[in-house]
């Protein structure tokens, strides 16, 4: 599902460059599950910003489910994100004027899905959002955003789904649910998750521990041996 080769990545600071990436080197299969640890800056999100196509890398290659990411153009990117993806980041990004509803409901209707609304609400009803399903972003807590972000990030059933710190945000029993929720797509229907976490329990329910260190992707031995 992600092949990752000698994947680079720098931001310009002041006169030099901070290398986030340096060849890091990764591969997933499908329906693989992957926790991806490491300090706070060590490049988790980078890692995910380029995985779904949002940025070029310095240098290297990103092959998601067969295609080279590296010279598509941007609509070209988002079609796959579109089709293939779930992002679920540490920001929400929700629609400001849509509904908790219309914003679940949003990528099943550019898709051009059927019974769009009526899936979104089975995917909010499963974040326990049902009835806030006509409250706009301003009106919802932080959590609550973040369990919108969440169920309009899996409503379509990607193939791959990238979460950054998806419990960040939230009480203690409102992120085991959410985790369930992304372990159980990943079991239904063999969705690939490549999940980022501080939470050495969360890493744990993954088959596979990859920690980012110098920037370079190094799988946890231990953890496949104990899997
Ligand atoms: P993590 O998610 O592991 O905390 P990030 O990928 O967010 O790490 O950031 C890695 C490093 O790159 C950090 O030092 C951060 O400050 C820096 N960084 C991230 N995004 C940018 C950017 N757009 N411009 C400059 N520096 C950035
Ligand atoms: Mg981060």
Known sequence: ??????????????????????????????????????PSGSGKTTLLILLAGLEQPRSGEITLDGITLNPLDAD???????????????????????TALGNVALPLEIAGKENARERAYQMLDKVGLAQRQNHYPAQLSGGEQQRVA??????????????????????????????????????????????????????RRCQRVVHLQQGKLIEDRDHAISA
């Open 1 to 38: 599902m992600i092949k990752l080769q000698n994947l680079s990545m720098s931001y310009p600071i002041e006169q030099s460059q901070l290398k986030v990436l340096d060849d890091a080197e990764l591969s997933v299969a499908d329906g693989e599950t992957v926790a991806i640890v490491g």
């Open 76 to 98: 070209s990117l988002a079609d796959i994100r579109r089709d293939k993806l779930g992002i679920i980041f540490q920001s929400f990004h929700l629609v400001q004027s849509l």
């Open 150 to 203: 969440i169920a309009r990030a899996l409503v379509h059933a990607p193939k791959l789904v990238l979460a950054d710190e998806p419990t960040g945000n939230l009480d203690v029993a409102t992120g085991a649910i959410i985790i369930d929720l992304l372990f159980q797509l990943n079991a239904d229907v063999g969705s690939t998750l490549v999940l980022v976490t501080h939470d050495d329990e969360v890493a």
